[in-house]
């Protein structure tokens, strides 16, 4: 069992950066796989980027790459996700969330992660 709790979001201007962060509990929490998603206004939840347990490998879709960077810290049970050069496009709820990660799997499907968290809002102003 996993637990996840997103904070850091906010209210930021258009160029700016925020860092999002998930802490999780439970002593199983290395063996997932986390993933970030966001959710628009009357929008479906989209995957943004993922990393396995070790931290070693990440995929991230096309839109987030280069400006969302995945990290984990598993000792501190926390994963991050910092966005640079944020756009309005980037507003919207994101959530985290935990899924299993065999061999080092990156699951990119929200259907393939067991755990989520609340959400933190992001909302960019232009």
């Known amino acids: 069992q996993v637990q996840l709790v997103e904070s850091g979001g906010g209210l930021v201007q258009a160029g700016g950066s925020l860092r999002l962060s998930c802490a999780a509990s439970g002593r199983t929490f290395s063996r997932y796989a986390i993933g970030w998603f966001r959710q628009a206004p009357g929008k479906e939840r989209e995957f943004v980027t993922t990393?396995?347990?070790?931290?070693?490998?990440?995929y991230a879709a096309d839109f987030a790459e280069g400006r969302f960077t995945i990290s984990r810290d598993n000792a501190k049970l926390t994963v991050y996700l910092q966005i640079d050069s944020l756009k309005p496009e980037d507003t919207a709820v994101y959530y985290c969330a935990a899924g299993p990660s065999p061999n080092s799997y990156l699951p990119a499907r929200s259907t393939e992660y067991n755990y989520w968290g609340q959400g933190t809002q992001v909302t960019v102003s232009s």
């Open positions: 990393i396995n347990w070790s931290g070693g490998r990440t």
